[in-house]
């Protein structure tokens, strides 16, 4: 599993070789992206590895 300080660091990384400089708005855009990315992959891989749904009719009531 990818952790986020290592996404991170790939992403700034990749960004200053291409030149260009990072302010601390742009720090804060590029962790938030990861946060919720990888928040949203956890997710997915919970809704993946659950079972499937079976409705069940209810019991009538007296």
């Known amino acids: 599993m990818l952790s986020r300080k290592g996404v991170e660091q790939t992403i700034i990384s990749l960004k200053q070789q291409q030149g260009i400089t990072l302010d601390d708005q742009d720090l804060l855009n590029i962790r938030t992206s990861v946060a919720l990315m990888l928040d949203a992959k956890k997710r997915h891989r ?4 659950a079972p499937a749904y079976q409705w069940k009719k209810p019991a009538l009531r007296r």
């Open 46 to 49: 919970q809704r993946m590895n």
